[in-house]
């Protein structure tokens, strides 16, 4: 517990939304920055809520058939360098190993010159490079393939300007690389990995996505097709949450990958990669968080419920603990995550503030009163707003005075309310801000309005056209949707808006992260 | 598959016992060498253990009261030079990062001057010292103590001689780093995680250790006392498997790092730290795997039971195939992880020779007269050798053919025997090639001879006398036993085999890994 953290007032949204990020992280110590260029330090509460990201997408990842293994993550320069397009798309960004000890000198501990590297090594940004100079050792014909690895691990991206979660130089993610005998089925295994995203986004994180392809400037470095899924954040802009790459034999070639195959021929391996990062907290925070602090879909929330007993008198709290501690045991009898707050000297509002700060769904308060009408009191950490309702009054409808077996029994229920209402509040929000859009004029005003967010655009532009019309707007296309993705009123063709040309279907452009 | 991994033999022990190592690494396809230097590939069924471990000993962690968290892996030159014992113990084996981005040169991609770093980062060889610069953020008072933080992470020391598993450039691992109020509770920490390592290796690994503290020349760089378990493998040489150190205050010192004690006053805070790594892997296959490769106590096997039909006809295919689904479905029931291997052009004996050598715990083969009879095959991967038995007798020991149900009933504690028997047989290998010593020449003799082991010896001597006394003998006082760890017959006070000083215990001296 940071002290500090108790006394920062969390910014509102609707002053900065930036600071409010940024307080929101603070307030519920989720991760701090470090004092290395870039590198956030992730604090045990964010952890935790990363290893419950990480349990869900891991048994995902094996209910498909995909095995965990670890590859190095120093990558030869000459490995890197192989496939131009991907060396020429992480050049920029590479941490490089060039020495391989110290010494003293001068009372000083320096670089030891004398041991320079023959070869320079590249802190993996990725790791098609040296995940596919094994493969060549592993696969040999058609009865070797598929091969489904995944590998959790931290990568490293130099970034100039950094943001919590968001955008830093190490950040810890899954990377999926998988090698096919025949295109479509690598096709097919890049867009179930997909769907395994977006699943978990919906049904664990509670986060709506729209699932497309990337336009080919926005294209993985090396990829021939890129898939993601694209997440509205409460300030309308999007968030690319997860990528997954068809590469073709872009990599194999590379790497001289070939196999014999069923025709007793020599083909490249055809292949794909896919990952999700840390980046998923910022994504968790900014779609449901509010002025109180975090605010967590209970399926990832490191823990379901606290129970802050009050008292005032010494025997008040004996029996207010006992309570608190039968309840809190016959909640985790139900399997859920319970923490009891007896700490002393510290008063059950700073309690409540300090809870809500960081994201618990639900707190039961038991004082006195509660004990002798056999109650509990049940607080919720949010609810679906009605418009116009002060916050008082919602504050009245979190709260819930119920018999104590009824108040026990509907907590796994009160969860999986909890569950489904953060995504019907994402839903809404996200068609309150999107906007079919068929003409320059109205995107213009989208964008400059106080509230923009998704445009369902016609678009037939060039590249050269998309990169100009994305610096005048500060928008991008975020995705080429698949067809289902398209709200009803969007579908069909029409024209570019800013071309006049025919489109056969409507993009999403928005501004992004 | 590695389909070559099929033909490769594997050296007996006897033969040659390093051949034996790698060749059982490479035929249950555990690890490979990368082209990084020093650098390996875990591969999926090597990957598996090594989660399993995680599982187990996360579990361990949390049970005791810790959390975990993410720190960078790149620490700022001038943060490992702040200690100055640690500094010069990893001074010689850092990894160091100069630049961030490469660039194309003449068509080649090669490191950008431009890009140097005003300060060189070196990559983690352990994290104390970026740690405890964190910890200056989060400890003010005694009552943000204890602070019990462990980290899953990647690190980095650079070896020239390296060995899978055992001893590479970079490794996985675990490190605690704990912060205390009192020098006491920061040793009962230390001594609480080893204890913890202690039960796991025997309850999980089934590797009996004897636990006891460092001597000053073999310490932790920057700790006040490294405690450490150790096991003997079967060649009679000791691995060290864990250590646990108490850091008295030389860290917070360093990093400046003090806190408001009970009294009121400022004081420097007390530290632990300690890991294990993927090197436990190694210990798991000397410990327990034979010449026909790899075995695993169950509590470790990513695979319980694996299943093998065995058929000529298509009728007998089909039959053989369909009890097979329906015996893996009531094993799964069971919560046991199956495999059931309908691999299709593969021999029987071929696959049994597969999943022997990936240490499958037990095999069930299912034929038409298993059907016929009602009963099934179980197979168990190993059985304690009994004095002068030949190989075709130990085969058919390790066979038995049981009714269907009773079968499938004696599944689970059949593999509870092979647990508790593995553990039981290394405890027997130990106790066999353990010696108390008390004479130079008893000493020599030992060492020199076929079967050398743990010895235990009293020592009086001098740090030098201790090095020059290990370079003699090619051993090393593995460590200092805790009193109860010593064998009854060699507790007791003595004189020291070399000086003929007086010495109150014995110490443990082996050869080591």
Redesign the interface.
Known sequence: ????AEQTPVTPRSVDYAQWYLDVIKRAELA?H???RG??????H???I??KMQRELDDRFKATGH???????????S???REEQH??GF??????????????QNG????DPD?KLEE????RPTSET?IW??YK??I??Y??LPLL?NQW??VVR?EMRTRLFLRTT?F?WQEGHTAHATAEEAIEEARRMLDVYADFAENVMAVPVIKGCKTPGERFAGAVETYCIEGMMQDGKALQMGTSHYLGQNFAKSADVTFLNRQGQREYVYATSWGVSTRLIGALIMTHSDDNGLVLPPKLAPIHVVIVPIFKTDTEKSRTLEEAGRVAAELRAQGLTVKLDDRDGIMPGAKFYEWEAKGVPLRIEIGPKDLDQGSLCLVRRFLIEQPGESAADQRKRRKQFLPRAEALASVRPLLETMQRELLERARALRAARSRIINSLAEFEEFFRGDTPGFAWVHWAGSPEQEEEFGKRFETSIRCIPFPDQIPPAAQGPGTCLLTGQPSSQRVLMARAY
Chains 1, 2 share one sequence.
């Open positions: 517990m940071n002290p500090s701090e470090s004092p290395v590198c956030m330090v992730i604090r045990p964010g952890y935790a990363w290893e095995v965990n293994a670890y590859f190095p993550m120093f990558i030869p320069l490995f890197l360098a060396a020429a050049a920029k960004e590479c941490a490089v190993v060039t020495h391989y000890r110290l010494k003293s000083e501990v320096v670089v041991s320079p090594l590249v802190v040296i100079a094994q050792n592993w040999q014909s009865r070797d690895i691990a931290n130099w190490e810890l």
